[in-house]
């Protein structure tokens, strides 16, 4: 069963735009989201780490870049592993959207939404699944790998393997520059830590 460590970029500015990013390129860590990043590279440094996948999005490969330098290790960009496709939301303002029925519908019932001109949940979810099952079969057992990705995807895969309904997803927390830890195996899914900081002490022996 291997160990899959789901950890969420360090912290941006423009989230402090009040817009909402998705795939915008050019969204980079800022000083605390760097601090976030070195913190989960420290804090790894020791863990047995075989491979670091992250999404292309820059905030995400800066996030990977610590963690795979104390192992020794090449980030593997995947592209499955982007934020969701929120098509024309891209650089709204949340304060218009919540203004919106279609928010109404994000908020409640999310398995039915899609984003204009993007993504509806249950595609993103099947696609980050896919790709975190393609990189369970590429792994042996014991070993513990990491993806780095986005928040809403982490969270529509937590909720997947562990066999909770997609409309309850959103009740899952995900901060930046957390680790959610999943083991998985044929038989099933066990949670080992949601939505934590470092230090991680579960992982030492």
Known sequence: MPLLLLIRHGENDYVKTGKLA????????????????QALGEALKDAPLKAVYSSPLERAMETA??????????????????????????GRSWKVLRLTKAWQVVQRSPSRFRFPDGESF???????????ERIIRSHKPQDIVAAVFHADPIK??????????LDNFQRLGCDTGSVTALQIGETGASLIRLNQRPPFEFLKK
Request: proline fraction near 10%; glycine fraction near 10%.
């Open 156 to 165: 529509l895969a937590a909720a997947h393997f562990l066999g909770m309904p």
């Open 65 to 90: 870049a610590p963690i795979a330098s104390a192992r020794g290790l090449r980030i593997i960009p995947e592209p499955d592993l982007m934020d969701t496709d929120v098509g024309k939301w891209q």
């Open 22 to 37: 998705g795939r915008l390129p050019g969204v980079r860590l800022n000083e605390r989201g760097q601090k976030q990043a």
């Open 122 to 132: 249950p595609e993103t979810q099947v696609r980050v699944v896919n790709v975190l």
